[in-house]
């Protein structure tokens, strides 16, 4: 489930209630307000929490309900509920540092190493150290099955917590029984500054990392804004090289003759020294590489989450008037027409007769080189990113032009990262989000696998 979680909690329970009524305070705050992602993440766990589902508060039930990877998705290589479970619990402690009193009556904390929520009741006078008036702990309410209850009595402690729920890399801080009533309120105010200093620790880098992440998907939002326009769809333009394929009548003739059976749907030629196929058996196809593919696959899941309608088509069967009706995505560098045709005009060019070169047009010296030995498929590759919101077509276009199809994959990745490309756009002048802009990208390939863009090269503004 990757959208709003639709689930609710019973109304029948009073506790359910007063959680509820709590959450939805938490969720309205501006802390909160800023993170779609933290907002759904809390939601869902608060929710099945109180309905004791534990089966779906499990890291992968979570990635694929929450955040829309696929059932089985590897959650060593995507640690997405991971990471925002972490910065959930960051931006509660940040929430109940700022909150007031009646806020406070109900605080949802999620432990560490768990995704279930726990709720701790406030003392009946005053906020403190989670007592109530007659000296007693308050319990953490939740889940009964992972209830945690902290309580001790004189000279004695316990811990009452699920073994389950107790995470191997989390320390146990043990806090002294105070029996002496002369020290218990020094020692109190000691813990509570502690506690405040700790707090505002956390909260001023909370507060900064926000920030950075703010500004950067400002600038990934600008970036994007002349190609997601809700008015117009977006026109996909995939690169394709030449080929060609076997007549079928060719095909049925070889199978009859190597007594193949006609189950059999894929099989291979076995062409001998000195033999030949007339060129009237070869039949002419437009081919797209699988990295290319991805490279598509990445634009279209964004263009999704943008609510941007796509036109999504390949080869040279579109003319000029195509590029009328909207902005325009071209993919593919040497293997697209249109993208040789729109750089031309333009300063970071591909050129080379072997096809494995960018070229400054203004600095000739300057060259960027494929290697990629075909014998190992590992090296260098370079691609160049054009985003023109003033283009010759009359639309916004942008180009990603690898010199090979595994730069134009991981430029589709670059692309798609906030962070990434946020913190690249913030290194350019003022006004670059009117301008024409071009930037040169290298990545590297491990075995016809690209690897994530390492560092950028150049970039032109026009």
Not at 5 to 30: G, T
Not at 140 to 163: I, K, Q
Not at 352 to 365: N, P
Not at 440 to 459: F, Q, R, S
Request: with cysteine; aromatic share 8%; proline share 5%.
């Amino acid at each position: 489930m990757s959208g709003d979680c639709s689930c609710r909690m019973p109304k029948l329970d009073p506790e359910a209630v007063l959680f509820e009524k709590a959450l939805e305070d938490v969720l309205a705050s501006s802390i909160f307000q800023s993170s779609r992602q933290c907002q759904l993440l809390l939601r869902y766990v608060v929710e099945h929490s109180i309905a004791h589902e534990d089966e779906l508060l499990r890291e992968r039930v979570i990635g694929a309900n929450v955040f829309g990877r696929v059932p089985d998705y590897d959650t060593g290589n995507d640690p997405v509920v991971r990471a925002r479970a972490a910065e959930l619990r960051k931006r509660l402690a940040l929430y109940y540092s700022h909150a007031d009193e009646a806020q406070q009556a109900i605080r949802i904390e999620i432990p560490t190493g768990s995704y279930r929520a726990l709720f701790k009741m406030a003392e009946a006078h005053g906020l403190g150290n989670g007592r109530v008036g007659n000296g007693a702990e308050a319990p953490l309410l939740g889940n009964p099955a992972v209830e945690n209850v902290a309580g001790s009595s004189e000279g004695h402690s316990y811990d009452a917590s699920s073994p389950k729920e107790k995470s191997v890399a989390e320390p146990v801080i043990q806090i002294p029984i105070i029996n002496s009533k002369a020290e218990r309120p020094h020692r109190l105010k000691l813990i509570a500054a502690a506690g405040l200093l700790i707090t505002l620790i956390l909260g001023a880098g909370l507060v900064g990392i926000n920030q950075v992440r703010g500004s950067r998907q400002r600038m990934f939002d600008s970036f994007w804004s002349p190609i997601t326009d809700p008015q117009k769809p977006v026109l996909i333009l995939v690169g394709a090289t030449p080929g060609y394929r076997l007549s079928f009548d060719f095909l049925d003739d070889y199978r009859l003759q190597h007594h193949i059976p006609s189950t059999k749907s894929q099989f291979f030629i076995d062409l001998r020294k000195g033999e030949t196929i007339d060129e009237s058996q070869l039949k002419p196809r437009e081919l797209i590489g699988y990295s290319d593919l991805a490279a598509v696959a990445r634009m279209v899941a964004m263009l999704t989450r943008l609510n941007t309608r796509y036109d999504l088509r390949y080869g040279s069967g579109i003319s000029v008037t195509d590029f009328r009706s909207g902005p325009t995505i071209l993919l593919g560098g040497f293997s697209n027409d249109w993208t040789l045709e729109m750089m031309h005009q333009l300063r970071f060019q591909l050129q080379g007769r072997d096809h494995d070169q960018i070229v400054d047009e203004m600095d000739k010296s300057r060259v960027w080189t494929r290697k990629l030995p075909e014998e190992t498929f590992s090296g260098d590759d370079y691609v160049v990113i054009s985003r023109l919101p003033r283009s010759e077509m009359g639309n916004p276009v942008l180009a990603i032009a690898g010199i090979g199809m595994y730069a134009n994959q991981a430029a589709s990745d670059f692309l798609n990262d906030p962070d990434r490309l946020g913190a690249l756009l913030k290194t350019l002048p003022k006004g670059w989000e009117q301008k024409n802009l071009q930037i040169i990208l290298h990545t590297n390939i491990v075995k016809d696998i690209p690897g994530a863009v390492t560092n950028v090269e150049a970039w032109d503004l026009r």
